[in-house]
C-alpha cells in the first residue's frame, strides 16, 4: 500500500489485510510486545482543522512504533501562508518518511500524495474520512464477532463520514442504508461507485431521506455531527433541519434489538443522538476512539513500513 487517500482505492485484499494487522498491533501492545516497525522514522501531521483523537492517536502510535510524530499546524507553515501543495510536497519529502494531513479539499490531499515521495494518510477531508471507519469496521469486528450478513444503518449527514462508511461497508460486504434530509445527500459519484462495488461484494447500498426505512433491522446504527467543521454558520439552520434525523428512543425500537450504536466523535447529545442512547450499554463509542490508534498504527506498517 503506497498511501491511504480514501476507501475506495483499498482492495478488498488491502481492507482484510488492514483488519488483521489491526488485530495484531491491538493483542501485541495489550500484551506489552513491543514493536519498532518504524524505528527512526518520522511522520508529518499536518492540520488544517481541529482534533482531538487523530492528533493524539496518529502521535502517541507513531511513538508506539519507535518512530516520532511532527505537529505542522497550517497556522504555523507556510502552507497556511500560500505556498504551494507543489513545493510543500518536495520539500518534506525530503525530511520525513510520511504525511497525514487533515484539511478541507480532497483535492489536496490526492496533490500531495502525487508530487511527493512519501507516504500520504488522509486524516480527514470535507469529502473522506479512510481512517475513522477502518477503525469502525474493525471495532464492529470485535463486537459481532465479524462483518457477515450485517446492516449498517446512517442518519444524518450525507458528508464525509457518510461517503466513507458507504464505502466501507460496499468493500466489506455489509448493507449500508442512509438516511439523510432533502439537499444533504451523499453525492451522486460516491453512490454509484459504492453501489457498484456493492454489487462486487453481495450487499446493498439503500439511500432514502426516511431514518425510519434506514434504521429498520439494523445492526450498527451510526451518528455524525450535524455541523461539520468548516460549516458553522450554517449552525443554526442544520440543527432545525436535521431534528426529524436524531437518533433517540422511538426510533431505536425500529433496529435489531442486539444493535450498537455508534459516532465517530466528537458527539453533540441532545441534537444527533439523545442521551439514553449514546451513554446506554448499546453505545461503543470509546472502542471506536480506541480503535483509531491500533488501525492508523496498521496503516503506518502498511504504508511507510511496507508491511501490506
Ligand atoms: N473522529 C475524529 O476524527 O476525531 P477528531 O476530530 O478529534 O480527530
Ligand atoms: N463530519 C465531521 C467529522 C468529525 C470527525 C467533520 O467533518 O467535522
Redesign the pocket.
Known sequence: MKHLLKISDLTREEFDGLMSLTAKLKKEQKSGIEHHILKGKTLGMIFTKSSTRTRVSFETGMYQLGGQALFLSSNDIQLGRGETIYDTANVLSSYIDGIMIRTFKQSDVEELAQYGQIPVING?TDDH?PC?VLADMFTIIEHKGSLDGLKMAYIGDG???ANSLMEVCALAGVDFSIATPDGFACEQKYVDGAKAVAEKYGCKIDVSNDPVRAIKDADVVYA??WV??GQEEEKAARLKLFMPYQINKELWSHANKDAIFMH?LPAYRGYEVTEDIIDSPCSVIFDEAENRLHAQKAVMAATMGQML
Do not use: E, F, W
Open positions: 480527514l474520512h475513522q458528508n464525509n463520514m455524525d455531527t461539520s467543521m465517530c
